[in-house]
């Protein structure tokens, strides 16, 4: 079973960064596409990011220009850089594997951000 493990998260003032982890177990990983989702509370999760196994990236318009998505296979890791944090951005962040050949995905615990002074 697939087990996705995230961290980063924290508590940070308006204008610093983050960079959000999420480590995968097993080999799956080398092929998968890797999502971001967050989840603020009283909203629904939303995707935000995505790097596919060949790198491409995927963006919400939302977060363009301040969030970067980056994946390490050696590591099993795929990474989320957040910059000039704002508290609108205060969230449960999820780290989503999407097999290739559309089998089900697996979801992480979710690491929480919180942006206030």
């Known amino acids: 079973q697939v087990q996705l493990v995230e961290s980063g998260g924290g508590l940070v003032q308006p204008g610093g960064s983050l960079r959000l982890s999420c480590v995968v177990s097993?080999?799956?990983?080398?092929?998968?596409?890797m999502g971001w989702y967050r989840q603020a509370p009283g909203n629904m999760r939303d995707l935000i990011a995505r790097?596919?196994?060949?790198?491409?990236?995927y963006y919400e318009n939302s977060v363009k220009g301040r969030f970067i998505i980056s994946r390490d296979n050696a590591k099993n890791t795929v990474y989320l850089q957040i910059t000039n944090l704002k508290p609108e951005d205060t969230a449960g962040y999820y780290c989503?594997?999407?097999?290739?050949?559309?089998?089900?995905?697996?979801w992480g615990q979710g690491t929480k951000a919180t942006v206030s002074s």
């Open positions: 097993g080999s799956i990983f080398v092929t998968a596409s």
């Open positions: 790097i596919f196994s060949d790198g491409t990236k």
């Open positions: 989503h594997l999407a097999p290739r050949g559309g089998a089900p995905g697996s």
